[in-house]
């Protein structure tokens, strides 16, 4: 197995898009990494110029103790599976699986013995016979899957492999994927557009724009601690609360109510200075009686998410969302309070977006 290590890396398409624009980042041996962005910010031209599929304008892709920028693909011992498995429709299973092999020259006493042992990892024993046809989507899936590993590949590149299945069997695919890549232990760079999904499966994951990283970390420390607004909106099934206040002393004006200025960020910040305050709906709690140093607001909307409710409050130039417990909704209309959970209030400099008290390591890109 081994380490990915990309420095400077580059690729500019003609007419000058910069899908990957100087990225640096080191993927250590072993690691689930998850790619994630919004579309067109250059998650597969990454995946791909790691695969060799694209070549790098500059910089290099390395891989273990190997510099691959150059090497054609067969030669970086990756393997990747991609959204639409990409099987080939007249090749049984076991011929699908063992093909990567047989292009490797592998004897085919070989082949067969390693096609064998991947359609047993990946319960497709039964199924060797048939063609991608006759399979249902999953199991399309798990031949992509047992095709990968029978290369006994140093990396596993994924193109968002999950999205051709139903939501159930798609659940099943994360929870077996993740599994997998634990047990077989190989290097993987992921890509998707759900972040449930990077969440739920990643050790680390990039939140990327324009070709740049904005954010590495883990799914709890890119959640709870987004190192810009980008990221802070980008990431939660509700969007975080970001909202434009000033520094006035020890307190913040919001839209013209005050509230405290979190104590560990007040060296960070000077008297006057525009920021933005960023705090997520799950970390504020609501109340109908007036609490010292809260925003007071109207409330105005109220969605059912299931478990919980998601409450909007608005004030003149204010709106704040919160996420209360299914059934302690305050009616609409009714005056109420917000105040975050301690520790949970994020400020941003206005200028730029970036955290006030950033650890400088923690923004890359
Ligand atoms: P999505 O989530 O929609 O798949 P993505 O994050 O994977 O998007 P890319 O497909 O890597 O993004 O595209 C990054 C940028 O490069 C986009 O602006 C896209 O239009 C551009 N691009 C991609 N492929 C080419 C190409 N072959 N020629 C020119 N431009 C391209």
Known sequence: MAQIDLV???????????????????????????????????????????????????????????????????????????????????????????????????????????????????????????????????????????????????????????????????????????????????????????????????????????GRIRQVGTAREVFQHPVNTFVANFIGSTPMNLLDASVRGDALDVAGQRVDLPEDVRRHVTDGQEVVVGVRPEYLTVSSSAVDGGLQGVVAIVENLGTAALVTLEADDLSVAVTVPDGEEPPIGADAWVTPVPGRVLIYRREDGELVDAPVAAAVG
């Open 8 to 210: 400077n890396l580059s690729k500019v398409y003609p007419g000058d898009v910069r899908a990957v624009d100087d990225l640096t980042l080191t993927i250590p041996d072993g690691e689930f990494f998850a790619l994630l962005g919004p579309s067109g910010c250059g998650k597969t031209t990454l995946l791909r110029t790691i695969a060799g599929l694209e070549e790098a304008t500059s910089g290099s892709v390395r891989i273990g103790d190997r510099d691959v920028t150059r090497l054609p693909p067969g030669k970086r011992e990756l393997a990747m599976v991609f959204q639409d498995y990409a099987l080939f429709p007249h090749m049984t299973v076991v011929d699908n699986i063992s093909y990567p092999l047989k292009i490797k020259g592998l004897a085919k006493e070989d082949r067969l013995d390693r096609a064998v042992k991947a359609g047993d990892e990946l319960s497709l024993d039964g199924l060797m016979e048939r063609r991608p046809s006759e399979l249902s989507g999953g199991q399309q899936q798990r031949v992509a899957l047992a095709r990968a590993i029978a290369t006994h590949p140093q990396v596993f590149l994924f193109d968002e492999p999950l999205s051709n299945l139903d939501a159930r069997l798609r659940l099943e695919a994360r929870t077996f994927l993740k599994r997998l890549q634990r047990d077989l232990g190989v290097t993987t760079v992921f890509v998707t557009h759900d972040q449930a999904e990077a969440l739920a499966m990643a050790d680390r994951m990039a939140v990327m724009q324009s």
